[in-house]
């Protein structure tokens, strides 16, 4: 199935946050329908920075490569604010595509961006977004290619604002409305009223953001179609490493950490190597 037929029903999509085809691979394993490719996470993990614009387009693009490579859900990119003008935006949304995105979530953030849940950010104009808007559903090759409009105006303009901006954001092409940070269930519910049933809502769940915690049901009675947890499993992951790290150092063996890993059969097992040599066998000199 699709992502857009997906998306046209009651039941809420859940994407967990990915930031490589590894952590892609396991959230398929588990049952997700769908992966978010966070490029905060790509931040965290490769460069061990904050989500502060560090990230260019064609690392995203190359990230979008290989998890496309090693799983077949759709993949929902994260595509900060198209990298540029209009014209980036068509390049963005071009690469992405052809390196096997199924949906693009375009912010109107001005260059640097920075995380949607920090202070000081700063927006372009609603005419400059619908522009890129426009500009990014040209672009793209197929229907099936969503375009995600994502707005931050809650922590800079207000909420009033921010709700004027998804309207003018719906009225330019967006596929899917995603209103970032709203600091209370008042303001959820309120942007719920405003634009459910005109288009997908999207959610974002940060541990320790300003949005209230709501899980998946609670999103769905709501009215929300689509929620992310863009960056829980680094903050996961990280937690362990520091525990993993400290360990290691202080007794010089994994010996009292081996319940909480993979042997090297059992990550071997999970990324399928023994299927990988079959598969390779069977170009071998000679084989029939």
Do not use: W
């Not at 396991?26 to 989500?51: H, K, M, N, W």
């Amino acid at each position: 199935m699709s992502l857009k037929k997906r998306l046209a029903e009651d039941r809420i999509l859940l994407a967990p946050g990915v930031y490589d085809a590894l952590t892609g691979l396991l959230a398929e394993q588990a049952g997700a329908e769908a992966v978010y490719l966070s490029g905060a996470s790509i931040a965290y993990t490769r460069f061990g920075r904050p989500d502060l614009g560090l990230v260019s387009m064609t690392e995203v693009a190359d990230t979008i490569a290989v998890l496309r490579d090693r799983v077949a859900v759709p993949i929902v990119a994260d595509a900060d604010n198209g990298f540029g003008n209009a014209l980036n935006v068509q390049r963005t949304v071009r690469m992405f595509e052809r390196m096997g995105a199924n949906a693009l979530q375009l912010e109107d953030q001005t260059l640097p961006k920075r995380c949607g849940h920090l202070d000081g950010k700063t927006l372009v104009s609603p005419a400059e977004m619908v522009g890129k808007i426009r500009a990014a559903c040209d672009a793209r090759r197929s229907d099936e290619t969503l375009i995600i409009g994502r707005t931050d105006a809650i922590a800079v303009e207000g909420l009033e604002a921010a709700l004027d901006r998804g309207e003018a954001y719906l009225e330019a092409g967006v596929d899917m409305l995603f209103v970032e940070a709203p600091q209370s269930l008042a303001e959820i519910e309120t942007i719920v009223q405003r634009f459910a049933g005109r288009a997908p809502l999207m959610a974002n769940m940060i541990e320790g953001g300003r949005t209230p915690a709501v899980d998946a049901a609670g999103l769905e009675g709501l009215g929300f179609r689509f929620v992310i947890f863009p960056g829980g499993v680094v903050r996961a992951l990280a937690a362990t490493a520091r525990d993993y790290y400290g360990n290691l150092v202080a007794a010089g063996s994994n010996e009292a950490f081996r319940d909480r890993m993979f042997d090297f059969d059992g990550l071997n097992r999970v990324i399928g190597t023994a299927d990988m040599l079959a598969r390779g066998r069977r170009y071998d000199e000679g084989a029939g």
